[in-house]
Structure formats: structure tokens, C-alpha cells
């Protein structure tokens, strides 16, 4: 079993950039695959980036190609999610997930065992 503890969100202009983080517990982290998801008020939460067990594949969501990048540090147990040139049409709750089974495709919100309790983003305009 693991943990998931995000941190990093807050207020930020259009425009501008976050970086979130997850930490996980346990010494197992690099055995999931491990992803973001977000949900905005009133919306299905959906599927953002997704990471592989090493780091050496990642998948994005249309919306979010080319301006946001997730990355991990196995040795830090922690996954982030780099945003840039945020749009107000990004403000949502962030949540981070890990999948035991390396399920295929990433972008599948079901196939994600273990979730955080998620962070929030706001972009102004």
C-alpha cells in the first residue's frame, strides 16, 4: 500500500507556473506508475500525465502538451508535475495516483489504486 501527500498548489496569474509534488510512503514507489489527474468544480475529474515506473515514458492530455512536464525521483519517492503558462482553464483540484499493476492505457482513471487527497489550483485571469 502507499500514501500519496501532494503539495505545491496555490494562486497563480495566467500566465504564470506551478510546480506541484507528490510524495509517497513506502519503500516500493518505483513498482507504480504513477499519474495526475485534476477536477474542476462541477466537472468529471480527468486525466492529465501519467508517468511509467522508471521515468522513461510519459503521456499528457491534449490540453496540457507541451506546457506541462511530469517527472519523478524514485529516490525521493516524489512525482511532479511542472505547469507552464497557465490558463485560467486550468484551475482544479490536483490529485496524484498510482497504479500497482502498470496498466495500459495510462490515461485510464480506474486503473489507478491509491490517490492523494489533492491540491488546489487557481489561475486568474
Known amino acids: 500500500q502507499v500514501q500519496l501527500v501532494e503539495s505545491g498548489g496555490g494562486l497563480v496569474q495566467a500566465g504564470g507556473s506551478l510546480r506541484l509534488s507528490c510524495a509517497a510512503s513506502?519503500?516500493?514507489?518505483?513498482?507504480?506508475?504513477m499519474g495526475w489527474f485534476r477536477q474542476g468544480q462541477g466537472k468529471e475529474r480527468e486525466f492529465v500525465a501519467a508517468?511509467?515506473?522508471?521515468?522513461?515514458?510519459?503521456d499528457y492530455a491534449d490540453s496540457v502538451k507541451g506546457r506541462f512536464t511530469i517527472s519523478r525521483d524514485n529516490a525521493k519517492n516524489t512525482v511532479y508535475l511542472q505547469m507552464n503558462s497557465l490558463k485560467p482553464e486550468d484551475t482544479a483540484v490536483y490529485y496524484c495516483?498510482?497504479?500497482?499493476?502498470?496498466?495500459?492505457?495510462?490515461?485510464?482513471?480506474?486503473?489507478?489504486?491509491?490517490w492523494g487527497q489533492g491540491t488546489q489550483v487557481t489561475v486568474s485571469s
Open positions: 495516483a498510482a497504479d500497482s499493476d502498470n496498466s495500459y492505457p495510462r490515461r485510464i482513471r480506474s486503473n489507478y489504486d491509491y
Open positions: 513506502g519503500r516500493t514507489f518505483s513498482r507504480y506508475t
Open positions: 508517468i511509467s515506473r522508471s521515468g522513461g515514458s510519459t
